[in-house]
Structures are given as C-alpha cells and as structure tokens.
C-alpha cells in the first residue's frame, strides 16, 4: 500500500486549484483523473468566462485549463495520474485506483472528492435513439475532436450551458433551429440568449419534447406547448424534422464515491439534488474527507475554482501545515466566493447551502 | 485552400479553434476499410463517417449511439479487435484496428 | 420581455444610448441589463470610463464623458454585448464583436440585422480588426442609415 498525504479525486478546475494550493504549502498530492487529459469540462469551452479578475474572466475556458494546469504539472509536490479511475474508497483512507489494466492501493492522510457533476436526463418516447446527445457530449465531438454532431439540431434547456453550446453549434456550421424550454423564462444569463436571438435562433418557451421520430436514428421530433402547470397542451403538437438533438436539462453532483465511506449525504434540489454533507471547512462527515465543486452543488467553474483553492487551504490546515499565506489567501478567496454568489444568479446556491446548515432534510 | 477531410461530418473552418493537419489512420469497420484521424476516438472517428448507430439494445436490439462521450452510458460498447464492450467513446483510434457492432452482451472469443 | 424571449425592450435599449448630440464622438453602448458576477469590461477600460465598483453583480455604467471609443471593451465582454456607436452625418457607424467564419470583408456589403435577428438594412463593412489581445474576437466596422441607429445589432452574411 502506497502512503499519501492527499489524494485528489478528480483533475477539473476544483480539483486542480486544490492541488495547487497543497503543493505550496508543502503537501504532497496525487491528483486521478479518469479522462485522457486534465481540465474537466474546462477544455471542451470555447467561450469567454464572466467572474473576475480572479477567476480568469475574459479568458476562454480552454486557456483557463492551461493554467490552471501549468501550475500545478511541473509541481515538485504533485504527482498526476490521467486514464486513472478511483474505483474503491474505504473508511480507513484507501483509494483504490484502475490504471493501465493494474489496480493499485494508496493510503491517504487525507482525501478531496471533485468528481464534478454528470448531466441530468429527459424522459420521453425514443429517446434513446441515436442522434440524441447530452450537452457535454456534443461539445466534446465539436471542440475536442472536430466532428459535427448533425446538420440540424434543436437543443433542449436555455440554461447557461444550453444557450452557450447552441452559439458553439453555430459557430461550428452546424444549424440550430430553435433551442426549447419547458419554463415560462429563459434560464440563463440574458447575454447569452441576447446573442443567440440575434442569429435568428428562436427560444420557445414553456415547450419540451413529446417524442423522437426515426427509425435507426432521429429524424424529427415532436415538440408540444406545456400550460402554466407543465402540462402538455393537446393540440399544440409540432413536427420538426432534425438529425440531431442536444438535451441540456440540468446537472446532477457525482459524489457517489462517498457513500462507499458512507458519508451523510442531503437532498438539496437548490443544489442538483443529493449532495454530501459538509461543513465550513468542506470537510465530509467522514474525517479527512473533503469534497469541492460541482460534486458539492451545481454552479459554475468560477465557483468551483475558488472553493477548490479553500478546500486545498482547508486541507493544509487539517493537515497543520498551513500555507504561507493561508491567512491572506483564505480571506481572498472567501470574499471572491461570496461575491459570485451576491447577484440574482446566486440566491437558489445561498438557499441550498441555508438548508445544508440548518440541517432540512428529504432523506439522509 | 480548404483541406480534403475524412468523413463528412468534420468541421469545416471554426472562428476559435484549429484543428491542424493530422495523420489519416486506416481502420477495419463491419469488414470495410475505412480511415480517421490521430486523436481521434474510435467513435468520434466512426460519427465523423455519418455512422450513427453503434450498437443495439440487448432485448429489443433498439439502434443506440454516441451519448454521453465520458464512458458512463454504455451506449457506444463496441468490438474492437475481438475484445468485446470496449467503450469507443474513451478509447483511442489506433491503426488497423478491427471494428464491429457487437449484438449482445458481449463474448470474449 | 428579456426574461422570456432574451430581447431588451426599446425602453431598456434607449437608456443605454447616451443623447444623440454625444453620439458626434464613438461611445459605448453597454447592453448589460442583468446582475450577473462580472467586470472585465471595467477593468479592460483605459480611460476608467465604465464604472461597476466592489460588488462586481452590479450592471456597468458608462460615464460617457471619459469613454473615447477606443472598443478595448468590444472583445472583452465575455457576454458579446457592447458595441461602439457613433453619428456621422446620415450614418451611424458601429464597432461591434464577431466571432464566425467567413469574417466580413472591408469594402463589402451583408444585412443589417436587429436584436431579433430579422434583417433590417445593408450594412457596410468599413473595417475588421483582429489581433492578438482580442483573442479571436474581431471588432468589425459597419455602417448602416441612421434611421436604424437603434435597432441595429450585427451584421449577417448575405444569403
């Protein structure tokens, strides 16, 4: 069995500014990640990220993974495992990690989950035909390897990542012929829907998807009008012929990982549904277990940043080897979390994180 | 110039994005010689050719496809090289690689 | 109306766009109408002409006497949404950001479009500039009637 002072679960901007942080203070950090290559979600975004100067706004999301990558890579204290996948966690600290067809055991002084989120689903006839992708995938295939999902797309939700991957579609050549949401409002920022208005791209309102049509993969769909109580309106049933559809529903945190310690976990729909319990350090109900990011509650990768950043600065605590600037750094941190959450777009994230204080519960 | 791509469904020219020039890869695919890029997944490989199912549902034998691009789904389980339930999303294009739809659960032969 | 279908009201549009007689010297017209956590565009200015303060939700504002029009701002709002406007004569002539391909052209003439996509006028290509710090955001020069000084968003290549 490997020793370890922190394993890192998860290289995506939460787990990389976590990473960074330790290794400056001394740490020593093994940094897994399932995928070919580090950055989460990060290297797949295209466009211009909003926040501060903090948060590397006006950097594009690929080029934020760059650095957030560059600094922790040559880092003397990290060592990084890519294709490698955490398939065991146990009470006593080990992680079991699948790599290179070999299974490997460490034992951690202390853990960080930033397993990030998996995209939430729709229900409705066909919908596993091929032809239909969730968001993420469809930008994987456009900006990681420069293959078209399909000629014409309809994509489903106007969150922010619905409407930012429907401007991506467009700037790929790919025709997007309306984005749908099932809401009375558009979900995201306004810009972003401003922008896609512009190209003549309608947002249909209070609409979903009845059911896909085709036979070995889609060739239309039928859209329907949804009433002031999510219904669908009969007689408003329309046919769309595309090849292509991009469901954009929402994210769900994959802290899954815990409930192998059986960390207590909360149902917190503010924050994407079942979310492990922490507390102001984001430490788990398991000790020297700690959790950051989206794996904690769906926001955005300005938020997963910095609370990356205070969970690596948490951590060296836990751990008493503080960063040389622990204070200073904590502080900034802290105030640039708090004010990505002081606008409209923060109150749901405030709420959910009010209910895991109190202790509201639907299940445990 | 535009370039000559492989595979129909390959971006043409991106406003943010280059993709350069890459080696051109020739695989096996249902017995047919087909090619892909270095970088490229077996299943991004196989979409950029306009195949669009890549294997079937068990008991309905339903046509499913590329879906989520991560390994979580299962949907894109293929044959590759006799080895059974190789997720193509995940997994690298390599040269002479044989491809097939595997139609159940999956042999190792 | 925004909420519902992402298009500003004329009401909001107009109190963006400082009175005509300004408009002799380029300015920008800051179309941020929602708190979200953001300032690029106050830090990227120059001249300290576009203001938000410590809460970075709060919208920008633009203090127009201070702003030359010098479009640092145009490629480094990440939500595309300011644009330069200037009067000359019978032309509003605007810098606005572009992120597609093929980019226009100087010299040639695409469609006009407003906030709803619907294509309006010709609209000139003056200029196109792209470099480095725009970081593939091209600030394209277009000039379009002034009737349409309001309702003019981007330009879209002619079908």
């Given at each position: 069995m490997i020793?370890?002072?922190?394993?890192?679960?998860?290289?995506?901007?939460?787990?990389?500014?976590?990473?960074?942080?330790a290794?400056?203070?001394?740490?020593?950090?093994?940094?897994?990640?399932r995928s070919?290559?580090?950055?989460?979600?990060?290297?797949?975004q295209?466009?211009?990220?909003?926040g501060?100067k903090?948060?590397?706004?006006?950097?594009?999301?690929?080029?934020i993974a760059?650095?957030?990558i560059?600094?922790?890579i040559?880092?003397?204290?990290?060592?990084?495992?890519?294709?490698?996948t955490?398939?065991g966690?146990?009470?006593?600290?080990?992680?079991?990690?699948?790599h290179?067809d070999?299974?490997?055991?460490?034992?951690?002084q202390t853990?960080?989950?930033?397993?990030?989120?998996?995209?939430?689903?729709?229900?409705?006839?066909?919908?596993?035909?091929?032809?239909?992708?969730g968001a993420?995938?469809v930008?994987?295939?456009m900006?990681?390897?420069?293959?078209?999902?399909?000629?014409?797309?309809?994509?489903?939700?106007?969150?922010n990542?619905?409407?930012?991957?429907?401007?991506?579609?467009?700037?790929?050549g790919?025709?997007?012929?309306?984005?749908?949401?099932?809401?009375?409002?558009?979900?995201?920022?306004?810009?972003?829907?401003?922008?896609i208005?512009?190209?003549?791209i309608?947002i249909?309102?209070?609409?979903t998807i009845?059911?896909?049509?085709?036979?070995e993969?889609l060739?239309a769909v039928?859209?329907?009008?949804?009433?002031?109580?999510?219904q669908?309106i009969?007689?408003?049933?329309?046919?769309m012929?595309i090849?292509?559809?991009?469901?954009?529903?929402?994210?769900?945190?994959?802290?899954q990982?815990?409930?192998?310690?059986?960390a207590?976990?909360k149902f917190?729909?503010?924050?994407?549904?079942?979310?492990?319990?922490?507390?102001d350090?984001?430490?788990?109900?398991?000790e020297?277990?700690?959790?950051?990011?989206?794996?904690?509650?769906?926001e955005?990768?300005s938020?997963?940043?910095?609370?990356?950043?205070?969970?690596?600065l948490?951590?060296?605590?836990?751990?008493?080897?503080?960063?040389?600037?622990?204070?200073?750094?904590?502080?900034?941190?802290?105030?640039?979390?708090?004010?990505?959450?002081?606008?409209?777009?923060g109150v749901?994230?405030k709420i959910g994180?009010?209910?895991l204080?109190r202790?509201e519960?639907?299940?445990? | 110039?535009?370039r000559?791509?492989?595979?129909s469904?390959?971006?043409?020219?991106?406003?943010?994005?280059?993709?350069?020039?890459r080696?051109k890869?020739?695989?096996?695919?249902?017995?047919?010689?087909?090619?892909?890029y270095q970088?490229?997944?077996?299943?991004?490989?196989?979409?950029a050719?306009?195949?669009?199912?890549?294997?079937?549902?068990?008991?309905?034998?339903?046509p499913?496809?590329?879906?989520?691009?991560?390994?979580?789904?299962?949907s894109?389980n293929?044959?590759?090289?006799?080895?059974?339930?190789?997720?193509?999303c995940i997994?690298?294009?390599?040269p002479?690689?044989?491809?097939e739809?595997?139609?159940?659960?999956?042999?190792?032969? | 109306?925004?909420n519902?279908?992402?298009?500003?009201?004329?009401?909001?549009?107009?109190?963006?766009?400082?009175?005509?007689?300004a408009?002799?010297?380029?300015?920008?017209?800051?179309?941020?109408?929602?708190d979200i956590?953001?300032?690029?565009?106050?830090?990227s200015?120059p001249?300290?002409?576009?203001?938000?303060?410590d809460?970075?939700?709060?919208?920008?504002k633009?203090?127009?006497?201070l702003?030359?029009?010098?479009?640092?701002?145009?490629?480094?709002?990440?939500g595309?949404?300011?644009?330069?406007?200037?009067i000359k004569?019978d032309?509003?002539?605007?810098k606005i950001?572009?992120?597609?391909?093929?980019k226009?052209?100087?010299g040639?003439?695409?469609?006009?479009v407003?906030?709803?996509?619907?294509v309006?006028?010709?609209?000139?290509?003056?200029?196109?500039?792209?470099n480095?710090?725009?970081?593939?955001?091209?600030?394209?020069?277009?000039?379009?009637?002034?009737?349409?000084?309001?309702?003019f968003?981007?330009?879209?290549?002619k079908?």
């Open positions: 020793q370890k002072e922190l394993i890192i679960i998860g290289g995506g901007p939460s787990g990389l500014c976590a990473a960074k942080m290794a400056e203070a001394g740490v020593s950090v093994l940094l897994c990640d070919l290559k580090l950055g989460g979600q990060l290297i797949k295209t466009h211009k990220f909003f501060s903090a948060q590397y706004a006006k950097t594009r999301g690929f080029d760059k650095i957030l560059d600094d922790v040559h880092h003397p204290m990290v060592e990084i495992m890519t294709e490698a955490v398939v966690l146990y009470p006593d600290k080990v992680v079991t990690v699948y290179n070999t299974y490997i055991k460490y034992q951690a853990i960080i989950v930033a397993t990030g989120a998996s995209e939430k689903f729709l229900a409705f006839e066909n919908n596993d035909l091929p032809g239909i992708y993420g995938a930008q994987t295939l900006n990681l390897y420069g293959v078209l999902p399909g000629q014409d797309i309809i994509m489903v939700g106007s969150g990542i619905g409407l930012i991957v429907s401007y991506q579609l467009l700037q790929a790919v025709n997007v012929k309306a984005i749908v949401e099932a809401a009375p409002t558009i979900g995201g920022y306004k810009v972003h829907a401003s922008k208005r512009r190209l003549g309608p249909m309102t209070q609409t009845q059911k896909a049509i085709g036979k993969h060739e039928e859209l329907v009008s949804l009433d002031d109580k999510w669908p009969s007689g408003t049933e329309k046919t012929p090849d292509a559809l991009c469901i954009s529903v929402g994210l769900s945190p994959m802290h990982l815990l409930s192998m310690v059986n207590k976990t917190i729909p503010e924050l994407g549904g079942f979310v492990p319990v922490i507390d350090h984001h430490q788990t109900t398991v020297g277990i700690f959790a950051c990011g989206d794996a904690v509650g769906i955005e990768a938020s997963a940043m910095m609370e990356g950043y205070l969970t690596g948490y951590v060296t605590k836990h751990l008493h080897k503080e960063h040389p600037e622990q204070q200073k750094l904590m502080e900034k941190y802290e105030y640039e979390l708090n004010m990505l959450r002081n606008g409209p777009f749901k994230t994180l009010e209910k204080r202790g519960t639907h299940a445990e | 110039m535009k000559r791509q492989v595979g469904m390959r971006v043409n020219e991106h406003p943010i994005l280059k993709f350069p020039e080696e890869i020739a695989f096996i695919f249902e017995g047919k010689k087909v090619y892909g970088g490229d997944t077996i299943a991004s490989a196989l979409h050719l306009g195949v669009k199912t890549l294997s079937y549902s068990i008991k309905l034998h339903r499913r496809g590329f879906y989520c691009a991560i390994g979580n789904c299962a894109c293929m044959i590759v090289n006799g080895k059974p339930n190789v997720r193509t997994t690298l294009l390599e002479d690689m044989v491809v739809r595997q139609m159940d659960k999956g042999a190792i032969k | 109306m925004l519902k279908t992402g298009i500003p009201t004329q009401e909001q549009v107009l109190s963006r766009f400082p009175e005509q007689k408009l002799i010297r380029p300015k920008a017209i800051l179309e941020c109408y929602e956590p953001c300032n690029p565009c106050s830090t200015c001249f300290n002409a576009i203001e938000i303060g809460n970075i939700n709060k919208q920008p633009l203090h127009v006497d702003c030359t029009g010098c479009a640092v701002c145009v490629p480094s709002c990440p595309l949404a300011i644009v330069i406007a200037q004569g032309q509003a002539i605007f950001p572009y992120e597609f391909e093929p226009p052209q100087k040639e003439i695409w469609d006009g407003n906030r709803s996509g619907e309006i006028c010709d609209a000139h290509i003056e200029s196109v500039v792209i480095q710090k725009q970081d593939h955001t091209a600030v394209v020069t277009a000039s379009v009637p002034l009737e349409f000084l309001h309702d968003v981007t330009v879209r290549v079908r």
